[in-house]
């Protein structure tokens, strides 16, 4: 199929493998941020290809992993009132809360919908108005500009019946975040390519001026993975950080400005708790004071919503990057997709899921689970 | 699920929500928590050795002759789209469960359940498809039943259906007689059904040029076991896809099955259809589809005689059954390296980003 065999090609592939053998010297330990690229990896067994001593940790780039047991909670709450309607993503209903998840709120007559788009949520409100219809707003930067369009089209038409749980999250924070940590290993990141399409890679500078870190904005198809990993393990080999795009067919500097602008217009940067992670200063978006009546947090009165996540869980030092899923002792016993013990295991995106289901029988045949 | 109370808390993970107390829309995915229904809840009533084959039909010998006898329910929304209706769907699926035995599909019954309030020219339209279907196939209706429920107890119309067919005494196919070596085989490209379902879903307006394959497909079963008597299993990948048909032939069958992405056909409109939606169409239902393992000797002619059947023009060799990875399904990708093709636990979700 055009604009995607080119980027799956074997011959292509194994020529950039080749390469990174020649350039790399010496053990190297990259991040990729995003969960759809952790998710290509895998389901490509890109990590079965790379020279030994190249290292790839799973960093905390899924939405729905990083969500936190309290927004969870809260949507769980909202979605149980019989006059609310609330829409999501699908991957959302599964995630556990801290009694039950979505599905079975669905399953208890509960009114939990899918769309793929939020715009489909502001269609049904319109058509039912005597239902309050909750979107349940997650994601990075990628889904954010979206859902701030249908905030701001709503307040536009003085649609009542319609309302967002907003919990985003920003990138930059994150990678922030996991540089200032004693334990860090991660010695280069493959940015994310989608939020860096909405947002440029202007902020990319800033981290690695910080840190002296070497980040290359990477696509999601296997050659754009091996690309960006050529890239970073080249800078790494030259003693040079600097922020390269692999993605240019997607990601300019400047990002998507239109995009940006009813960012702006709609949400405002906060403080957010990420699940397995903790509070991270000024990593997320929340609606602006201006679209409080649009704030279902406000209106159904669950901002006082507290769930207390284990401190200790191997699912933060997988989100960190400090561990394989494999490393835990109940990873593919105790916890499977079909009995999650954490969050990782949720979404295919998370990274313990995405062991799970693509690379469970390499683990079996090299002894190592 | 005995692991539910076994869980580990001092392993102090965010919270396991395990406890399955009420039936949720994944019990019927054709994934995991399908066969995990079936296995705890279903089959323990019901056991007997015809029944624990857990074929798509049970055969049984009746007077010396060898009877298939299978059953279906078709709640298929919408109940039209291109290609066909859930008439449509009723006949053809019941057909193949019979023909996946290698049976000559002979009688069906219709269970229709109607909701209050639906349009008559709507019932009429499928019955018309359901005359058509049948007679396409050459198998008559000989029984049925109607049954109303009030406006909101069902979804416009529910049908089942019934069928029985008659096995040549020669023919034994059952997921359970794979063995190494044996070469797996599909009659066409993948994801036909799913997609055009998902196309015409209110809330997901995609153009798409896709329509259901829903077909019947005895006679090119009829024609592959003209070919050749070595066939070991046949399967119609219907909900749960290529995937939950695959690993249910592992797993009955005890051996490893190693697939070949590039061998799988599948068109550019599901392809894309599915990337856009974060889909993996190794998932996404067929309905005029069949997957059959072979011994490795007969497959060449088996797949001579598929490709001479309209339903079997892009028959290919998918891939082998092997002694590695046993009771599991893998796929050796594009890029040469190889991954598992695992049951879903429940529906396919569409992915966040």
């Given amino acids: ?369 | 699920m005995p692991q539910e109370t076994k869980l580990d808390l001092a392993l102090n993970c965010p919270i396991p929500i395990a406890a399955r107390d009420s039936i949720l829309l994944g019990h019927g995915s054709g994934g995991r928590m399908s066969g995990d229904l079936l296995r705890n809840v279903l089959l323990p009533a019901l056991q007997n050795p015809v029944l624990d084959r857990l074929d798509d039909q049970a055969i049984v010998d009746v007077g010396g002759s060898l009877i298939a006898f299978t059953t279906d329910s078709f709640v298929v929304k919408p109940l039209f789209f291109p290609g066909g209706d859930i008439g449509t769907l009723a006949v053809n699926g019941t057909v193949n469960d019979l023909a996946m035995g290698g049976a000559e599909p002979l009688f069906l019954s219709l269970a229709l359940i109607l909701e209050e309030g639906l349009p008559l020219d709507t019932l009429r339209r499928v019955m018309e498809s359901i005359r058509v279907a049948a007679a396409l196939a050459g198998v008559a209706v000989v029984t049925g039943d109607t049954k109303v429920v009030e406006k909101g107890s069902g979804d416009g119309l529910f049908v089942n259906t019934s069928g029985i067919g008659l096995v040549p005494s020669a023919v034994r196919l059952s997921a359970d007689q794979s063995r190494p070596g044996d070469r797996v085989l599909l009659s066409g490209t993948i994801g036909d059904h799913g997609i055009t379902i998902l196309s015409q879903r209110e809330g997901l307006e995609f153009e798409s040029a896709v329509a259901s394959d829903t077909a019947a497909l005895h006679t090119l079963v009829a024609d592959m076991l003209r070919a050749s008597s070595e066939i070991r299993c046949l399967r119609d990948p219907t909900r749960g896809g290529l995937s939950s048909s695959l690993n249910e032939i592992a797993a009955r069958s005890r051996v490893g099955i190693e697939l070949e992405e590039k061998a799988i056909p599948i068109r550019e409109e599901v392809q894309g259809a599915c990337e856009m939606l974060g889909l993996d169409p190794l998932y996404v239902a067929n309905e005029g589809k069949l997957l059959a393992i072979v011994e490795p000797t007969a497959a060449e002619m088996i797949l001579d005689a598929m490709h001479q059947h309209p339903l079997g023009h892009n028959a290919r060799i998918i891939g082998t059954v092997t002694d590695a990875h046993r009771g599991m399904v893998t796929l050796r990708t594009r890029l040469g390296t190889s991954r598992i093709v695992d049951l879903l636990s429940g529906d396919q979700l569409p992915r966040i980003c």
């Fill in chain 1, 1 to 369: 199929m055009k604009y995607l065999d080119e980027y799956r090609d074997e011959k292509i592939a194994r020529g950039i493998v080749a390469e990174l053998g020649r350039r790399a010297t010496r053990p190297w330990v990259l991040m990729e941020i995003c969960g759809g690229q952790t998710h290509t990896l895998m389901r490509y067994g890109i990590d079965e290809m790379l020279p030994a001593g190249i290292e790839l940790v799973h960093g905390p780039g899924c939405p729905v992993c990083v969500t936190a047991l309290e927004t969870i909670d809260k949507a769980i709450e909202i979605a149980s009132r019989p006059d609310v309607t609330l829409i999501s993503y699908g991957d959302m209903l599964r995630v556990p809360g801290s009694h039950t998840d979505l599905f079975h709120v669905k399953a208890q007559g509960g009114d939990v919908r899918v769309v793929y788009s939020p715009t489909e949520a502001l269609k049904f409100a319109r058509a039912n108005p005597s239902r309050s219809v909750v979107f349940f707003a997650v994601g990075f930067e990628t889904t954010a500009p979206a859902n701030a369009m249908a905030v701001w089209q709503a307040k536009r038409e003085g649609l009542r019946n319609f309302s967002m749980l907003a919990s985003h999250v920003l990138v930059p924070p994150a990678i922030r975040a996991l540089m200032s940590s004693p334990r860090n290993r991660v010695q280069g990141f493959i940015g994310p390519g989608h939020v860096c399409t909405v947002m440029g890679y202007r902020e990319y500078e800033d981290l690695m001026r910080e840190f002296h870190v070497p980040i290359v904005v990477g696509g999601f198809e296997p050659l754009d993975l091996l690309e960006a990993i050529l890239m970073l393990v080249t800078q790494l080999e030259e003693g040079r950080a600097v922020v390269e795009n692999q993605y240019a067919r997607s990601v300019t500097y400047e990002g998507n400005l239109l995009a940006q602008k009813v960012l702006a217009e709609v949400f405002e940067v906060c403080d957010r708790k990420w699940r397995g992670i903790g509070g991270i200063p000024e990593s997320g978006l929340s609606l602006r004071e201006e679209y409080a009546d649009f704030d279902a947090d406000r209106i159904f009165g669950t901002e006082g919503v507290t769930a207390d996540e284990p401190a200790e869980c191997i699912s933060a030092e997988v989100l960190q990057g400090l561990k394989k899923p494999t490393d835990c002792s109940a990873f593919g016993t105790r916890c499977t997709p079909e009995n999650p013990l954490g969050a990782p295991m949720v979404s295919s995106e998370g990274a313990c899921a995405a062991y799970y289901q693509y690379r469970r029988h390499a683990m079996a045949a090299s002894g190592n689970h």
